[in-house]
C-alpha cells in the first residue's frame, strides 16, 4: 500500500505549482526529480532542446507516445502555438490519471488529449476515431523497443507526411539502436542528433525529418 512514486509527484505539483502556469508545473516536477525521486521525465536539461524543435516547428498538431506523468506533456504543449493540440497516448490507467490530473493543475485541459491504450492499437485508429489526417510532429518517449515499430505503423497508416518531425528521447540511453540505425539509413528521412553530455548520463535526442 502507500503512494506510488507517480502520487508523491503529483502530491508535489499540487502543493509547489501555481495552478494555471504550466512553467511552474515543469519546475516542480524538475525540482521533485532532482532533491527528491530522480524520474524519467525528459527533464530540463534536454527539456531545452524540446523546446528548441518546438519552436522551429511550431506544430498545430503534436504526437505523444508515453505520456507517463504528463512533464513532456505539458512543457511541448505550453510552446504549441495558437490553435495547436497535443494527443498524447499512455497505456497505464494509473500514469494516465496522474497525467490528466498534472495537466488540469497547469491549465493545459484544452490543449492536451490523453488517449488510453497501447500505441500499436491506438496509431491505426487515430484517423477514423480521433479525426487526425496527419500530425506535424511526433515526439517519441516510450518503450525504447517499440520506437522503431511504431515508427512504420505511423507510415503505414499515413499518420506522417511530407515534413513530419519526429523527435525521439533517448536514443543512447536507454538507447533505440534499432529506430537510429532505421532513420539514419533510410533515404525517407533526414536525421540531426542533439548529444546532451550531462552529471549523470550521456544521452541524446535524434530529430528525423520525414521526406515522403
Ligand atoms: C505496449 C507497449 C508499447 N506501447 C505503449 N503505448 C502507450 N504507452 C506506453 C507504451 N509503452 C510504454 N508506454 C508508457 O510510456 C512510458 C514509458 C517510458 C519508458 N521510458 C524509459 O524507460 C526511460 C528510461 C530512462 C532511464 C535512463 C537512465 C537510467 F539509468 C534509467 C532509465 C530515461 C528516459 O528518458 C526514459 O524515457 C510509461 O508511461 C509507459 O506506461
Ligand atoms: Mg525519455
Known amino acids: 500500500s502507500g503512494m506510488s512514486k507517480e502520487e508523491r509527484i503529483l502530491d508535489w505539483v499540487k502543493q509547489h505549482a501555481v495552478v494555471g502556469d504550466p512553467q ?3 519546475d ?5 526529480s532532482r532533491q527528491k525521486e530522480w524520474s524519467m521525465h525528459v527533464g530540463d536539461i534536454k527539456g ?3 523546446d528548441k524543435v518546438m519552436e522551429e516547428v511550431k506544430p498545430q498538431i503534436l504526437l505523444e507516445l508515453g505520456t507517463y506523468c504528463g512533464y513532456s506533456a505539458v512543457r511541448m504543449a505550453h510552446l ?18 496522474i ?15 490523453i488517449l488510453k491504450g497501447p500505441s500499436q492499437e491506438i496509431i ?3 484517423k477514423k476515431k480521433y479525426e487526425i489526417n496527419s500530425v506535424d510532429m511526433v515526439f517519441l518517449d516510450h518503450w525504447k523497443s517499440r520506437y522503431l515499430p511504431d515508427t512504420k505503423l505511423l507510415e503505414e497508416n499515413g499518420i506522417i507526411r511530407k515534413g513530419t518531425v519526429l523527435l525521439a528521447d ?11 540505425e ?8 533526414e536525421c540531426t542528433t542533439y548529444p546532451v553530455e550531462n552529471i549523470r548520463v550521456n544521452d541524446a535526442l535524434e530529430k528525423a525529418v520525414f521526406l515522403g
Open 24 to 26: 511552474s508545473v515543469v
Open 28 to 32: 516542480a516536477m524538475d525540482v521533485y
Open 48 to 50: 531545452v532542446i524540446v
Open 80 to 97: 504549441l502555438p495558437p490553435g495547436g493540440h497535443l494527443f498524447t497516448i499512455e497505456f497505464n490507467e494509473s500514469f494516465a490519471t
Open 99 to 113: 497525467a490528466q490530473q498534472v495537466i488540469e493543475v497547469a491549465g493545459l485541459r484544452d490543449k492536451i488529449s
Open 124 to 126: 491505426p485508429q487515430l
Open 170 to 180: 533517448n536514443v543512447i540511453c536507454p538507447g533505440a539502436p534499432d529506430f537510429l
Open 182 to 189: 532505421y532513420v539514419r539509413n533510410s533515404k525517407r528521412y
